[in-house]
């Protein structure tokens, strides 16, 4: 038991040669100042309207002005068949006869092509009453203009489905009576900022020691 209290003594007499005892110890009062400035970004809020069953995102702004966007949605079928029937009246409007068949009335060999038209037209409706809602222009990669409504566009941002199926696959598989699902990704110029900086407070933890002897504490 001596020895220990031998060692101990020992121990403190190094301690009081290492550490001067005119210096002051730092106390444990820690002090937080507040910085402004700061900024929080606020995306473009994209809306879909009336439309049901849509799902509008900004995947990515790629200027402040320009970005790539997507969208998922399934055209009803009742919405499909009003198409078809718009098509229909139209033909029968302009009197087209086919060989065999009464005005307005479509044979069965160009149904296929006729299916091709009604999907595009309900991608075109939708996407373009998306893209008028947002202030939105569609474009290429890099800003170059676009045929909208175009096949070959299609082919650009429709993605391939749960099956695996291109734009082609999908667009030529529909039949009348059935909903069309699909997801498209595009390019777009937009009349709004889609990234809007607002500033705000934020806290930043900045510990300032302050001495024993001390009461004055750092400022910003």
């Given at each position: 038991?001596?020895?220990?209290?031998?060692?101990?003594?020992?121990?403190?007499?190094?301690?009081?040669?290492i550490?001067?005892?005119?210096?002051?110890?730092?106390?444990?009062?820690?002090?937080?100042?507040?910085?402004?400035?700061?900024?929080?970004?606020?995306?473009?809020?994209?809306?879909?309207?009336?439309?049901?069953?849509?799902?509008?995102?900004?995947?990515?702004?790629?200027?402040n002005?320009?970005?790539?966007?997507?969208?998922?949605?399934?055209?009803?079928?009742?919405?499909?068949?009003?198409?078809?029937?718009?098509?229909?009246?139209?033909?029968?409007r302009?009197?087209?006869?086919?060989?065999?068949?009464?005005?307005?009335?479509?044979?069965p060999?160009?149904?296929?092509?006729?299916?091709?038209?009604?999907?595009?037209?309900?991608?075109?409706?939708?996407?373009?009453?998306?893209?008028?809602?947002?202030?939105?222009?569609?474009?290429?990669?890099d800003?170059e203009?676009?045929?909208?409504?175009?096949?070959?566009?299609?082919?650009?941002?429709?993605?391939?489905?749960?099956?695996?199926?291109?734009?082609?696959?999908?667009?030529?598989?529909?039949?009348?009576?059935?909903?069309?699902?699909?997801?498209?990704?595009?390019?777009?110029?937009?009349?709004?900022?889609?990234?809007?900086?607002e500033?705000?407070?934020?806290?930043?933890?900045?510990?300032?020691?302050?001495?024993?002897?001390?009461?004055?504490?750092?400022?910003?």
């Amino acid at each position: 038991f001596d020895l220990m209290k031998m060692i101990f003594s020992l121990y403190i007499a190094v301690l009081a040669l290492i550490v001067p005892l005119n210096v002051s110890f730092r106390t444990l009062n820690n002090f937080m100042r507040p910085s402004y400035g700061h900024k929080s970004l606020k995306m473009l809020e994209l809306t879909t309207g009336e439309f049901e069953n849509v799902k509008f995102s900004l995947v990515e702004a790629l200027q402040n002005d320009f970005g790539l966007f997507r969208v998922e949605a399934t055209i009803k079928s009742k919405d499909m068949n009003e198409y078809l029937n718009e098509y229909k009246a139209e033909m029968k409007r302009r009197k087209v006869l086919f060989p065999g068949f009464r005005a307005g009335v479509l044979p069965p060999y160009v149904m296929g092509d006729i299916r091709r038209y009604i999907v595009c037209y309900g991608l075109e409706t939708l996407l373009g009453q998306l893209g008028n809602m947002n202030d939105l222009k569609f474009c290429g990669p890099d800003r170059e203009e676009i045929r909208f409504g175009d096949d070959e566009y299609y082919k650009q941002i429709i993605v391939n489905d749960f099956r695996g199926y291109s734009f082609e696959k999908q667009r030529d598989t529909w039949k009348e009576g059935t909903d069309f699902s699909f997801a498209a990704e595009f390019h777009a110029i937009s009349d709004k900022p889609l990234i809007d900086a607002e500033e705000i407070a934020v806290i930043d933890a900045e510990i300032v020691e302050s001495s024993e002897d001390s009461s004055t504490v750092k400022t910003a």
